[in-house]
């Protein structure tokens, strides 16, 4: 299934950065390296029978795209948060090999009229190429420019027509303590959950996310599915999602069990709201060295600002 899903034979040409390259150079010097595999041109390399370089999936540019400058693939790649794999920046990326995503499913359910297993092949169907969009921007304490690959997550709810009780959707992660070791933690509550209001999850900048940079995703990112809701703050962004359920009532989620005080079920970008223990005013752009003011909303308050025309912001943070 894997081969059929991703032996696409598109390249990711445009999208695929000088950084990425020079990152591919440097694993290959540092591994195989000969002269002749680093004059390879980039097509060439990409067919590589070799792990290190997951396979290529192709996006267009959207309205939301952005044109800032991306963060380097070796950072996306390599600073990351999956705490089922350890609460250390770098251990998603030494550890998430452990996660077998072949055969992958995700089972919708709940307030939904037809309820549906997809396997990784029905949810590419969902969205031909022409439909997958790509870069945006993410804020943690910390803030990136990712070009993610992804769809609106609408077209996935449409398919299972979501009834008239649905008003929220959660998000729930793998639980599988044999390939996710950081699961043996009570660090936060497994499996990883997380939530949305449906008129969130139906917006269409909340993207069902397949690939970055061209790729599909790495393990560490959250393969082979997760969300992407970049004007939230990066947590609500569930990775390695095995369902996702419709509900009628506000699912709990896992930050916000861990310590509701900090992390509220909204947790919008927002720049006049605190955290208790920072300030949300200013963030780093990994890569830069001066930081830089954060925006409402990250910046996206002209798709989503109407989202929350009746609520209090410094009540429902
Ligand atoms: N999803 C799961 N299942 N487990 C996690 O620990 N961490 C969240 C979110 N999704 C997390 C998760 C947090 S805190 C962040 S900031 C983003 O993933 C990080 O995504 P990235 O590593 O791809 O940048």
Redesign the pocket.
Known sequence: MRKKLFSSNIYPSEITSRTLFDSRRRWLQGSVASLSALAMPEKIVHSREDSKFPAPIDANKSKFSSDEEQTSYAD??R???????GTGKED?FEQAYRLKTEGWRIQVIGDVMRPKTFDMDDILRLAPVEERIYRLR?V?AWS?V?PWVGFPLAKLLNAVQPTGNARFVEFI??YDIEQMP?QKSPV?RW??T?GLRIDEAMNPLTLLTLG?YGEI?PN???APV??VVPWK?????????VTIRLTEKQPAS??NLANPNEYGFYSNVNPNVSHPRWSQRRERRIGEFLKRDTLMFNGYSEWVADLYRDLDLNKYF
Do not use: D, H
């Open positions: 996306v790649t600073y990351n948060n999956f705490y089922e794999f998603p993410c943690e990136m990712i992660s793998l950081g936060l499996p990883y997380e970055l995703l560490q990112n959250g997760r969300i703050y990066g947590f609500k962004s569930a990775k390695s999602i896992s930050w």
